[in-house]
């Protein structure tokens, strides 16, 4: 049985839940769906430019955790970026 999940510290909101491409119709995109967890990971790292182990610290989560959170989010941003996929930010965590 695995262990139970740890929750995890997000003080970061955003202020949009949505992007998309311009020009291109909601209705005809396909989205890519990053949990906030992942949206915190990016916060930290990428645009406050905090050294990993800090950004683990913050969430309070292991930094393999934190990593794989961020790999996560980074792939989902890469692939919406290359495929014109629209980016939606599950709000409800």
Avoid: W
């Amino acid at each position: 049985m695995p262990r139970p999940c740890k929750r995890r510290r997000v003080r970061g909101r955003p202020s949009a839940y949505y992007f998309k491409p311009a020009g291109v119709p909601k209705m005809e995109l396909e989205e890519s769906i990053m949990s906030v967890e992942e949206f915190e990971a990016i916060r930290l790292k990428d645009h406050l430019s905090l050294d990993q182990s800090e950004c683990a610290l913050k969430m309070e989560i292991s930094q393999p955790t934190f990593h794989r959170l961020l790999c996560s989010a980074r792939k989902k941003v890469a692939t919406a970026i290359v495929n014109g996929e629209a980016i939606r930010i599950d709000k409800s965590n």
